[in-house]
């Protein structure tokens, strides 16, 4: 209902982990006036022990926080769908949530990424702005064969791929 409502009745793009947040709030805003009203509890017996608590949770939480808020910041800069490297991992971004996010390799390998990783590193991104990406592909061949044999018949399949554009051509 909430994502409904911030995606299309205000048509605001919110990253799932902000997206969880608001969601979260609302139903800890909701529980306690539902108790204050339900047991006739005067507001600040309610909300007092809350917030005593907030810093000891706060500082448990340093982490997670620190993940999360790494993941708010990643989502502004990397989307579902783009190509990303970090060290030696190399994927296209299948998911980004409040802890980590989700590449998927050409070899079909998942890895999972730690947001704050992410943040403190440095990452490259094939495809920020612009989803159209080169890819350069080792082949290798019998050395007898013809250099531009082994290039007109690359280029060739290339027209059949999906995604490859013809222009440029491959």
């Not at 793009?13 to 006036?33: D, H, M, Q, T, Y």
């Not at 009203?37 to 939480?61: D, E, H, M, S």
């Not at 708010?72 to 996010?101: C, F, H, P, Q, Y």
Request: proline share 5%; charged share 20%.
């Amino acid at each position: 209902l909430v994502e409904y409502f911030l995606v299309s009745v205000l048509r605001i793009n919110v990253s799932p982990p902000l997206r969880k947040v608001c969601i979260l709030g609302i139903f800890i805003v909701a529980v306690l006036v539902a108790v204050q009203q339900i047991f006739n509890i005067k507001w600040w017996k309610v909300y007092a022990p809350t917030g005593i608590l907030l810093p000891a949770i706060g500082f448990a939480l340093k982490d997670t926080f620190q993940m999360f808020f790494s993941g708010l910041a990643l989502s502004r800069i990397v989307d579902i769908g783009d190509w990303i490297k970090i060290g030696e991992m190399e994927g296209e971004v299948l998911d980004i949530n409040w802890a980590r996010t989700v590449l998927r390799s050409w070899e079909g390998v998942t890895h999972f990424i730690p947001n704050s990783e992410l943040q403190k590193g440095m990452f490259d991104s094939f495809s920020y702005r612009d989803r159209k990406v080169r890819r350069r592909l080792d082949v290798g061949t019998d050395y007898s064969v013809p250099p531009q044999k082994v290039k007109r018949v690359l280029t060739k399949c290339a027209q059949f791929v999906d995604g490859v554009l013809a222009n440029p051509e491959p």
